[in-house]
């Protein structure tokens, strides 16, 4: 029996365990899934080091299945792989958030012009789905779900005008500006997402544009100035909060 125990045993040192169990595709997407969620929690810490060797462990897969993970993240960028040293979770500067969300004003801000007073009836009923999924995802307590979804909603108005490319392109902005959400004010979650992505969609609906892009402008804006002030926190030394009161 312990020499069978012992078989067991260095079997399954070698064979991913059933959460991982089939195809290489399978694998990948499993082991994407669950450290894109980790990511998305706040459950990894900026700067963080994902080492190989304990992942592909942990995971019970080969590194060249993680290794294919990691660059997937990368390209994302959920990631940051460098060259020799390995994949880390991103450590963004006050200036790097900023020029994300700046970018995603200007895109949106056009996305917004271009769809106001022109939703047909089967538009309204994907948004109108689509907040409800929000509000259910935040309702029953699963975060990173509310989170991907209240990225979604920003990448459905994108396809619903029109432009695959601009869909591409207007991705990777939102993962970086949701895996900084999650890094620096994971606790918040989206708690206020659905009833702004309401008032967004009311505002296009109705074709007031200057209240619709008032209502985008906004909505980002209140999202990009939370994250600043928590890694302002996190980072411990915002030098003009502290020394602002030696000024007066």
């Known amino acids: 029996m312990a020499s069978s125990t012992r078989s067991s045993r260095t079997a399954h ?43 592909a462990a942990a995971f019970g897969c080969t590194r ?36 994300a969300f700046r ?18 009836a089967g538009m309204r009923r994907k948004l109108a789905a689509h907040v409800r999924s ?5 309702r029953e307590g699963r975060v990173d779900e509310a989170v991907r979804l209240a990225g979604q909603f920003h990448l459905l108005l994108t396809e619903l005008a029109g432009g695959a490319a601009l869909v591409a392109a207007l991705a990777q902005l939102v993962a970086k500006t949701e895996l900084y959400k999650a890094l620096f004010d994971p606790s918040k979650g989206t708690s206020c997402a659905p009833d702004e992505h309401a008032q967004i969609s009311a505002a296009l609906e109705s074709g007031e544009q200057a209240a619709a892009l ?7 804006d209140e999202i990009e100035e939370r994250i600043v002030r928590q890694s302002r926190l996190r980072s411990g030394h915002d030098l003009k909060a502290v020394f602002a009161a030696r000024a007066e």
């Open 214 to 220: 008032a209502a985008m402008r906004e909505h980002l």
């Open 134 to 138: 929000e509000k259910k995802a935040l």
């Open 103 to 120: 970018a995603r004003q200007v895109v949106e801000a056009g996305v917004v012009v271009s769809l106001c007073g022109t939703l047909d």
């Open 13 to 55: 040192s070698t064979e991913a365990p059933p959460t991982v169990a089939g195809d290489d595709d399978d694998v990948e997407a499993q082991v994407y899934a669950a450290i894109n969620s980790a990511l998305l929690q706040g459950k990894l810490a900026p700067g963080q080091q994902l080492v190989e060797r304990e992942l």
């Open 64 to 99: 060249g299945a993680l290794r294919k993970v990691l660059a997937r993240l990368g390209f994302e960028g959920k990631l940051v792989l460098a060259p020799n040293r390995g994949a880390f979770v991103p450590s963004p500067s006050e200036e790097d958030i900023r020029a």
